[in-house]
């Protein structure tokens, strides 16, 4: 079946500095990629969605400039949390959709703690 | 948009009992329908999903049944097991749309 790697599992950093996540889909071309932050006991935010190639679209009230999504291949998305503040502690979850089916299929996600 | 209400919030079962969990879709152009599990600092996994064209899919223990008409669906496990303790989301969506809607999160939690 469809696999998404995500890395890193989690990761902590300091006040002020950028963070760097990534989503490869293994075995699939992922067309679209979508990244969710999720904060505990609640269900899946929506940030932005990116297709290969294009700028990503963002939700509302979410800042581009400080959530940066790159979807430069058909099998790497990243999502880059710039001057990162302890308000944006959280699960960050991308999931990537081919362009045969109608399924998406999840990463692991990534614990970011910001101190 | 699509809007997708999940009911209950929480559900306790017994171990070896059934679990119904409920979801309600607005859009009746929405086709697609999947039921993810997610483990406590986990992503999502997919585990059955069912399209428009069917009422009923069974997988083992799991199944999900679709009702157009009415726009609701449901997730039901039997013979629950602990290992079945998890957060199940439902979603609705379809091909050509970009995107799914979730639903709220159902926590299920099976009584040894």
């Known amino acids: 079946g469809a696999v998404v790697s995500q890395h890193p599992s989690w990761v902590i950093c300091k006040s002020g500095t950028s963070v760097k996540i990534e989503c490869r889909s293994l075995?699939?071309?992922?067309?679209?990629m979508f990244w969710y932050r999720q904060f505990p006991k609640q269900s899946l935010m929506l940030m932005a969605t990116?297709?290969?190639?294009?700028?990503?679209?963002?939700e509302q009230g979410v800042e581009k400039d400080k959530f940066l999504i790159n979807h430069a291949s058909l099998t790497l998305s990243t999502l880059t949390v710039t001057s990162a503040h302890p308000e944006d502690s959280s699960f960050y979850i991308c999931?990537?959709?081919?362009?045969?089916?109608?399924?998406?299929?999840f990463g692991s996600g990534t614990r970011l703690t910001v101190v | 948009g699509e809007n997708v209400e999940q009911h209950p919030s929480t559900l306790s079962v017994q171990e070896g009992d059934s679990a119904v969990i409920k979801c309600t879709y607005s859009?009746?152009?929405?086709?697609?329908f999947p039921w993810y599990k997610q483990e406590l600092g986990k992503g999502p996994q997919l585990i059955i999903d069912?399209?428009?064209?069917?009422g009923e899919k069974k997988d083992q223990r799991i199944a999900v049944t679709l009702n157009k008409t009415a726009k609701h669906f449901s997730l039901h496990i039997t013979e629950t097991q602990p290992e079945d303790s998890a957060v199940y989301f439902c979603?609705?969506?379809?091909?050509?749309?970009?995107?799914?809607?979730f639903g709220k999160g159902n926590q299920v939690v099976v009584i040894p």
């Open positions: 859009d009746s152009a929405s086709n697609y």
């Open positions: 069912i399209r428009s064209n069917v």
């Open positions: 990116s297709n290969e190639g294009s700028k990503a679209t963002y």
């Open positions: 075995d699939f071309q992922a067309t679209t």
């Open positions: 979603a609705a969506g379809g091909y050509g749309n970009n995107r799914l809607a």
């Open positions: 999931s990537a959709r081919g362009d045969n089916n109608y399924g998406y299929t």
